[in-house]
């Protein structure tokens, strides 16, 4: 059995829409399907979530973070639903930036079920006169809800308001999305997109068979973690292609999947895609040691995202005259925070991006071991969108 010993692991986690009854924790799970194969119809709108996000997962403003977890559909939901306002130069940077194909309408095709919570929300200024056609875009094409605030006079009680919003539908994992003078008088409008799930495995990794072992971070050091073990011998979904193996966990219901890639350098992953490397995971018998581990990130994405192509939206002339006529937009920050908790029982996670815009002025057992520094992505594995990324250096972190 080899032992993966490389310097950068990979992993992703895989999420479908649930459905079914779930199995009795007596009984072990029913097998289920663990490939991938993305809609015809969402290929697009997915293949632009992943390369968005893994521009954003190798930015150099975010490279010297040693954990980093990202939601690339929560960052470009938000943005697009600033970007429906966008005009001229400004629209067409932000479309480049999203990777957004065509002129259609790219929004990640991610729906919300009983695992899996997707809330888009929008807060004007009060009496600021927006544009019917841009309601009708956010109401529509995003279907968020809407309502009003006066960051002119009271913008730290309207900062309150929204950040207790946020921390709602995020279980309270994302508490604080705006800090403390991210918003100001001068604000006028406030897009915000929040992702939580919560979700258990088919099968759960045995308490008894976690252990404190070494990992190895990039720099050759080693620290000891708590790394979770499955039953041996157990059947899992897996794959494999010149060097490295991928594995897949399904979660319970059968369609929920995490899968691990061992190791996984970013060029490889650009290279290959995350859709067509999960359609290639077929059933087989695995033997998994991965370490269990929570990350949280939080982040100011203005600069990755003027780095990114798109400065024209934070500029003086950024161009949002479809939103309004009576105040001249630029977006002043974009807000990101995240939380994912990996443990025997399951996957907790939570996304939430905030955009401010203010006025001018079956073979042989394989055995993999996750003891490297490693990348993980959340997807939604019905249409493939990407839903979090995360770079973990140091799980105890």
């Given at each position: 059995?080899?032992?993966?010993?490389?310097?950068?692991?990979l992993?992703?986690?895989?999420?479908?829409?649930?459905?079914?009854?779930?199995?009795?924790?007596?009984?072990?799970?029913?097998?289920?399907p663990?490939?991938?194969?993305?809609?015809?119809?969402?290929?697009?709108?997915?293949?632009?979530?992943?390369?968005?996000?893994?521009?954003?997962?190798?930015?150099?403003?975010?490279?010297?973070?040693?954990?980093?977890?990202?939601?690339?559909?929560?960052?470009?939901?938000?943005?697009?639903?600033?970007?429906?306002?966008?005009?001229?130069?400004?629209?067409?940077q932000?479309?480049?930036?999203?990777?957004?194909?065509?002129?259609g309408?790219?929004?990640?095709?991610?729906?919300?079920?009983?695992?899996?919570?997707?809330?888009?929300?929008?807060?004007?200024?009060?009496?600021?006169?927006?544009?019917?056609g841009?309601?009708?875009?956010?109401?529509?094409?995003?279907?968020?809800?809407?309502?009003?605030?006066?960051?002119?006079?009271?913008?730290?009680?309207?900062?309150?308001?929204?950040n207790?919003?946020?921390?709602?539908?995020?279980e309270?994992?994302?508490?604080?999305?705006?800090?403390?003078?991210?918003?100001?008088?001068?604000?006028?409008?406030?897009?915000?997109?929040?992702?939580?799930?919560?979700?258990?495995?088919?099968?759960?990794?045995?308490?008894?068979?976690?252990?404190?072992?070494?990992?190895?971070?990039?720099?050759?050091?080693?620290v000891?973690?708590?790394?979770?073990?499955?039953?041996?011998?157990?059947?899992?979904?897996?794959?494999?292609?010149?060097?490295?193996?991928?594995?897949?966990?399904?979660?319970?219901?059968?369609?929920?999947?995490?899968?691990?890639i061992?190791?996984?350098?970013?060029?490889?992953?650009?290279?290959?895609?995350?859709?067509?490397?999960?359609s290639?995971?077929?059933?087989?018998?695995?033997?998994?040691?991965?370490?269990?581990?929570?990350?949280?990130?939080?982040?100011?994405?203005?600069?990755?995202?003027?780095?990114?192509?798109?400065?024209?939206?934070?500029?003086?002339?950024?161009?949002?005259?479809?939103?309004?006529?009576?105040?001249?937009?630029?977006?002043a920050?974009?807000?990101?925070?995240?939380?994912?908790?990996?443990?025997?029982?399951?996957?907790?996670?939570?996304?939430?991006?905030?955009?401010?815009?203010?006025?001018?002025?079956?073979?042989?057992?394989?055995t993999?071991?996750?003891?490297?520094?490693?990348?993980?992505?959340?997807?939604?594995?019905?249409?493939?969108?990407?839903?979090?990324?995360?770079?973990?250096?140091?799980?105890?972190?």
């Amino acid at each position: 059995m080899t032992v993966f010993t490389r310097s950068l692991v990979l992993g992703l986690v895989t999420l479908l829409t649930a459905c079914g009854a779930e199995p009795a924790r007596e009984e072990p799970p029913s097998p289920v399907p663990v490939t991938q194969q993305v809609p015809p119809g969402a290929a697009e709108a997915v293949a632009a979530a992943d390369g968005f996000g893994l521009d954003l997962l190798t930015a150099p403003a975010l490279a010297s973070r040693t954990n980093l977890v990202l939601s690339p559909v929560s960052v470009s939901i938000a943005v697009q639903m600033v970007g429906a306002g966008a005009a001229g130069e400004t629209a067409a940077q932000i479309r480049k930036v999203l990777r957004l194909p065509g002129d259609g309408p790219p929004v990640p095709p991610v729906a919300g079920h009983e695992d899996l919570k997707v809330s888009n929300t929008a807060w004007i200024q009060r009496g600021l006169g927006i544009k019917p056609g841009y309601r009708d875009a956010l109401r529509s094409r995003f279907g968020a809800a809407t309502s009003e605030e006066d960051f002119v006079a009271e913008p730290g009680a309207a900062r309150d308001r929204i950040n207790r919003t946020v921390a709602d539908q995020t279980e309270g994992r994302i508490p604080d999305l705006f800090p403390e003078t991210s918003i100001t008088g001068d604000t006028r409008l406030v897009l915000a997109n929040a992702l939580y799930l919560k979700v258990p495995w088919a099968r759960e990794f045995p308490r008894d068979r976690t252990v404190d072992a070494p990992f190895t971070r990039a720099d050759g050091s080693t620290v000891t973690v708590p790394m979770m073990r499955t039953e041996p011998e157990v059947q899992l979904g897996y794959a494999e292609g010149p060097g490295y193996q991928a594995v897949t966990l399904p979660y319970r219901g059968g369609r929920l999947a995490f899968t691990v890639i061992v190791p996984a350098a970013i060029d490889t992953l650009r290279g290959k895609g995350i859709a067509a490397l999960l359609s290639e995971i077929r059933p087989a018998t695995v033997e998994l040691a991965m370490p269990r581990f929570t990350a949280r990130s939080a982040l100011d994405l203005s600069a990755p995202l003027k780095e990114a192509g798109m400065p024209a939206a934070f500029g003086p002339a950024a161009d949002f005259s479809g939103i309004t006529d009576e105040a001249r937009l630029r977006i002043a920050s974009v807000q990101h925070k995240t939380f994912v908790q990996v443990d025997e029982e399951g996957t907790e996670a939570a996304a939430a991006t905030g955009v401010d815009a203010r006025a001018v002025s079956a073979e042989l057992p394989r055995t993999v071991t996750v003891d490297r520094p490693f990348l993980f992505v959340i997807t939604d594995t019905a249409t493939g969108a990407p839903l979090f990324l995360g770079r973990i250096g140091d799980p105890a972190a």
